[in-house]
């Protein structure tokens, strides 16, 4: 069959190693596909115009930001967003040539990158990836008025080092140096979160919904959850998180809406089967956004850098308002349930608890450590990262079930959706298992790693915690950058390796930081817990 697309950014490309034909595994089409090429390659090219200008400006970081957030699996499927993103790209590369009295650095044609030497490719995908999950962090910061001069400096220079740099251990170090920009990212997302909602709270979330009208919210953005919230006010129109969104339940600026009732369903994966026939709303915020089928795909919605032909996309005012009344007048017309409907978790609980960020832990630190010290407390498991369609993926639902119970499970990110919903009960009233939040929540995860480290007088590593990642998408890669720039190793990545990373990189990232593939439940349980 003839090559259509090369695609393998995510953890289900087609048989491991690459999608090629008509369409991704994701649903996006080929020339979707290549369109999103196309505009990747034209970030390269506005990057190098930038370092050739010695300029940025203000529309251009936020075009590199919003470009490649617009990648990343399961956000974008119209081929329309995508071509006005690159004429909106090209048209910035220009006038910022013109300013600076210099030619345009032409485009970089992706495929170059793709008919690379095998390591070469490989380390080029680790460092575009990590940029594209990272970007998605410094999206949602810059929405909540965040921006950090460095880190764009960084983002347009590793760009540009896609069409310029070929040494393989200069294009590691730059993969590192992408960790650390994600790092970076998700601190400032942090606190632009907690500043604007407050710190989460330790919250027990139904999974109950209640009768009448309501609209499900789903991705990341918690900015877009406050205006819903706030446009639903008074209407009689409830409110359920979905997937990621399920931690906005725990921050207090948010939570105080008598109307956010509690969460909706497990995670993205699950949607075309959860989502079927259902009497509701459903707003997109970022990814993770299937093909929506025809049972419900008359009420399904996006916003910000999501989109996909045929629904309904509620943009941005110039003041940064959104009016939501469509998704609030489609969840009134379709009414919700006449009684209420008791939903579960995959191991049937009819309740989950968030909350748990670094904020919330670290003021208990002293418990933690005294139950370390006294031996009620042997271990640390950090369990998280994507959730995603795979048989495989039942191994952490097995792994978190094994643990020990003088062990302490921390999880964030959908991942957490293949146990989150157990009863794990506590040790001296500290739970044993510790929701910390989203994807970006990576950074309270380190936060509180490195809290512990400094208590025991120790390095990261010489704590006893391990730390096993489920990823699909590049929001996991950018997570794993950041800890392997941090220096933590011996990390366990499933359910399969990246189809990206070549058996010669795979090499050099085992030596270096001992990274390893999952194996089954018992095996790593035993080794993790010598």
């Not at 003839?2 to 289900?12: A, G, I, L, S």
């Not at 369990?383 to 369609?389: L, S, T, Y």
């Not at 094994?402 to 040790?427: E, H, M, Q, S």
């Not at 933590?488 to 795979?506: E, H, Q, Y």
Request: net charge negative; charged share 20%; glycine share 10%.
């Amino acid at each position: 069959m003839d090559q259509k697309m090369f695609c393998y950014q995510c953890e289900q490309t087609a048989r491991g190693v690459a999608c090629t034909g008509n369409a991704g595994v994701c649903g996006k089409p080929f020339d979707v596909a290549l369109d999103q090429d196309e505009l990747t390659g034209a970030l390269v090219g506005l990057a190098r115009t930038c370092l050739a200008a010695g300029t940025r400006s203000s529309h251009a970081d936020e075009l590199v930001i919003r470009g490649l957030f617009t990648c990343i699996t399961n956000v974008n499927f119209s081929r329309e967003a995508v071509r006005a993103l690159t004429d909106e790209l090209r048209a910035e590369k220009e006038r910022l040539a013109a300013r600076a009295g210099i030619d345009p650095v032409e485009d970089l044609l992706l495929g170059q990158v793709w008919a690379d030497d095998e390591n070469t490719r490989s380390l080029k995908s680790l460092v575009l990836f990590g940029l594209r999950g990272a970007a998605a962090y410094a999206y949602h910061a810059r929405m909540l008025g965040s921006v950090s001069d460095e880190a764009q400096q960084t983002f347009v220079r590793a760009l540009a080092a896609l069409a310029t740099e070929s040494d393989g251990a200069a294009l590691l170090d730059l993969a590192l140096e992408v960790g650390k920009l994600s790092h970076d990212v998700m601190g400032l997302l942090d606190a632009a979160n907690t500043g604007a909602y407050g710190n989460p709270e330790p919250t027990e979330v139904s999974l109950k919904v209640e009768r009448g009208p309501f609209v499900v919210i789903s991705g990341h953005d918690l900015r877009d959850l406050k205006l819903l919230l706030e446009q639903t006010e008074g209407t009689g129109v409830s409110v359920y998180t979905h997937g990621e969104m399920l931690p906005a339940n725990a921050y207090p600026g948010l939570k105080r809406y008598p109307q956010l009732k509690g969460n909706f369903g497990t995670a993205w994966q699950n949607q075309q089967r959860e989502f079927a026939n259902v009497p509701a709303a459903f707003l997109f915020t970022t990814n993770c956004l299937m093909p929506p089928r025809p049972s419900y795909a008359d009420r399904v919605f996006t916003t910000e850098v999501v989109s996909y032909p045929e629904l309904v996309h509620v943009p941005q005012a110039a003041d940064g308002t959104k009016d939501f009344t469509p998704v609030i007048e489609k969840a009134r017309e379709l009414g919700g349930y006449d009684h209420d409907v008791q939903l579960t978790g995959i191991n049937g609980g009819t309740t989950v608890t968030t909350g748990f960020a670094h904020g919330t832990v670290l003021s208990i630190a002293d418990k933690v450590i005294d139950a370390v010290r006294a031996g009620k407390i042997r271990h640390f498991f950090l369990v998280g990262g994507c959730d995603g369609a795979k048989p495989g993926r039942t191994y952490y639902t097995e792994l978190v079930k094994r643990i020990p119970d003088d062990c302490v499970v921390l999880t964030l990110a959908c991942g957490k959706y293949r146990f989150n919903d157990l009863d794990l009960g506590d040790i001296d009233g500290i739970p044993r298992l510790l929701d910390v939040g989203q994807c970006n929540d990576a950074y309270s995860a380190v936060e509180i790693a490195l809290a512990l480290a400094k208590a025991f007088d120790c390095g990261v590593n010489e704590l006893p915690l391990s730390i096993v990642l489920s990823w699909y998408e590049q929001k996991a890669v950018a997570d794993l950058l950041a800890l392997l720039y941090l220096g933590i190793t011996d990390i366990k990545l499933g359910p399969t390796l990246p189809a990206f990373v070549s058996p010669g990189v795979l090499g050099t990232l085992v030596e270096k930081f001992d990274l390893a593939p999952i194996a089954t439940p018992e095996e790593d349980l035993a080794q993790m817990l010598a």
